[in-house]
């Protein structure tokens, strides 16, 4: 029988995928965002590395309620140290000794990590790291890798902290008004808690600012921002460096259903009641009901929460108080929610903001949870407690118009009366039902961004094509 001499000739090895490691500061609030922006790059074809501190993916590890190990299979796990392989940032004594000991150790150990990945079939290609931690870009470029920042908070507050670290904004800010360009004008409320209360954490104010020292050097910069939502201050932004908008960064299954398996982020520090929580709600009228959460490291003093519960009654609405168990000695000592209200330790947010029963969210306005609410259509009372939220705030009520903010008084407490009078305004006042239409309308244009040929998905093709082909 003669040979076949017919089949096709060899075809030349394909290039190897681009490997990122993803280095987020090590807290839930960052790391998430950027393991959700993982999951958008691989069906793209890039290998991902996340690269946690070894004391948080211990954490992890020894939770339950992480699920982080699921994703093993696609995203790769590796670790760094910054100094506090036992006790992290708790065991550091303070935050300059955590912020200058992790830069350190954490140089040395990226430097490694990079090297011994030279080594194998899949060198790392990319670093895609937090500004908050900016000398991972110095490791990156002596490597000579592509280096892409990735900013966890708004397009606005970006750009606030940018104008201090120029010099062209100073703290403490007390006029009535400050315009920067790109954003609406801003009362000191409005500011960043570190710029009009100058002075509270310096250090953490300092790391804020440090995020630009080196900013420059990076190829790309990504901001988990919806462009439709920020669009003049992301215009002005882009005129700096080669910034890029790719958010919101929440499970695919609650924006554009692209990837069907992502329905939770992956990793969580803390243990939910789902099942508590959900069968409570099921058993609730539609729009019924008030979320309250302040999220993974806000803390409300005795004062506040003992305001918060009694307008929490006051509203005559149905209730579900997220109050973590660092937090439950706090509530008044005969508060008793049973007949309204249930109080969890924690819980899965997205589905609870998902839920029909859920009509408002009482929220700290932290940028992840204000995108969920965005994502999900669900209006806000915002309560700022520190950093970003007060501007993340002004947006919710001001641009967004989809929330109150519930205004504190002099001594920075909200009142049981305002807490009230913004409740029973967002669930059943004439403004609330201008509210929830205009949720309903950022809810499309979230998802709207977010599904094939929206800004953010062609922000990332863009990413991705520079990584493959090497344009940079």
């Given amino acids: 029988m003669a040979a076949n001499n017919d089949q096709a000739p060899p075809t030349p090895c394909s290039p190897p995928k681009p490997h990122c490691l993803i280095i987020p500061y090590p807290a839930q609030g960052h790391i998430n965002p950027m393991l959700q922006f993982s999951k958008r790059l691989i069906p793209r074809g890039v290998r991902i590395t996340l690269v946690n ?47 200058s000991t992790f830069e350190r150790i954490g140089s040395q150990t990226l430097s490694q990590l990079i090297t011994d990945l030279s080594e194998t079939e899949y060198p790392a290609t990319c670093v895609i790291y937090d500004p908050f931690i900016p000398w991972c870009l110095d490791v990156a470029k002596r490597f000579g890798l592509t280096a892409a920042a990735f900013f966890t908070q708004s397009c606005a507050v970006g750009s606030i902290y940018y104008h201090c670290h120029k010099g062209w904004l100073k703290p403490p800010v007390l006029e009535a008004q ?21 002075g509270s954490y310096p250090a953490a104010f300092d790391m804020l600012l440090a995020q630009f020292d080196n900013i420059d050097k990076a190829d790309w910069v990504l901001c988990n921002a919806i462009y439709e939502l920020e669009q003049e201050t992301a215009d002005w932004l882009s005129k700096l460096w080669p910034m890029k908008t790719i958010g ?16 939770d982020y992956g990793f969580s520090i803390f243990k939910p009641d789902s099942k508590q929580c959900m069968d409570w ?11 309250v959460s302040f999220g993974s490291m806000a803390s409300l003093g005795p004062e506040q929460m003992e305001e918060l519960s009694h307008g929490l009654k006051n509203s005559n609405h149905y209730f579900l108080w997220v109050v973590r168990a660092s937090e439950e000695a706090k509530l008044p000592l005969n508060f008793d929610p049973s007949e309204k209200g249930l109080i969890v330790s924690w819980c899965p947010q997205l589905e609870v903001l998902n839920h029909c029963a859920v009509g408002c969210f009482v929220t700290h306005c932290g940028w992840n949870s204000t995108l969920e609410a965005l994502s999900l259509g669900v209006p806000m009372v915002a309560m700022p407690q520190w950093t970003d939220q007060g501007t993340n705030a002004k947006y919710i009520e001001d641009v967004w118009k989809m929330g109150l903010r519930a205004e504190a008084d002099q001594d920075g407490i909200v009142k049981r009366e305002v807490v009230e009078k913004c409740l029973k305004e967002v669930m059943a006042g004439k403004k609330g039902q201008e509210m929830k239409r205009n949720a309903e309308q950022w809810k499309r244009v979230m998802k709207e961004a977010a599904s094939e040929g929206g800004s953010s998905d062609r922000n990332i093709n863009e990413f991705v094509d520079s990584l493959i082909h090497k344009k940079l």
């Fill in 248 to 263: 919101p960064t929440i499970p695919s299954m609650y924006l554009d259903q692209q990837l069907q398996d992502d329905k």
């Fill in 53 to 99: 501190t070894r004391f948080i993916s211990k954490t992890v590890a020894n939770s339950s309620s992480s699920s982080a190990a699921a994703c093993s299979t696609t995203i790769h796990l590796a670790t760094i140290s910054d100094g506090f392989d036992e006790g992290g940032f708790a065991a550091a004594g303070s935050t300059d000794a955590y912020i």
């Fill in 281 to 291: 709600l099921d058993n609730k009228p539609m729009g019924s009901v008030i979320y």
């Fill in 178 to 198: 400050t315009l920067i360009p790109g954003l609406p004008p801003l009362e000191p409320k409005d500011m960043p808690s570190f710029i009009y209360v100058y």
